[in-house]
């Protein structure tokens, strides 16, 4: 196993890391729509969405992968009623027709106040 880490995405704000390599396998931890520089939260689930998915990006690149290796996200929404908001932001990343197997579930807060948040598993095959 090793720890990869993208200077492209902020920094994980607790004790884990921010993907784990396995032999053909990377798990990329939850991805807030936080700015890699300043660590601030975007405004807006579309802003934040955007930038939580630069942000699965930047780390998928450092693992020497892209968003077509993913295969599998969590979404947390604080709000479900944000869900088609998401859905066309996430639709524009994935839109080769290429869209990793996913689950979406409302939580009751996220870190930083965050209103989404995405974790992945990503193939290396």
């Known amino acids: ?8 995405a902020p ?3 607790g004790p884990y890391s921010q993907a784990i390599e396995t032999d053909s396998l990377l798990f990329v931890s939850g991805c807030l729509g ?5 660590g601030e939260l975007k405004e807006g689930i579309e802003d934040q969405a955007r930038q939580a998915l630069d942000n699965l990006k930047a780390i998928l690149k450092e ?5 077509n290796s993913v295969v599998k996200t969590t979404v947390y929404l604080k709000d479900m009623n944000d869900f088609a908001a998401f859905n066309a932001v996430y639709a524009s990343y994935f839109n080769d027709g290429h ?3 996913r689950t979406c579930v409302e ?7 965050g209103l989404i948040e ?8």
């Open 1 to 8: 196993m090793k720890t990869v880490r993208s200077e492209n």
């Open 11 to 13: 920094a994980p704000i």
């Open 34 to 38: 936080a700015d890699p520089i300043s």
């Open 63 to 67: 693992g020497g992968l892209t968003l």
């Open 99 to 101: 869209y990793p197997a």
């Open 107 to 113: 939580v009751s807060a996220l870190p930083k106040g």
């Open 118 to 125: 995405i974790e992945a598993i990503a193939s290396k095959d």
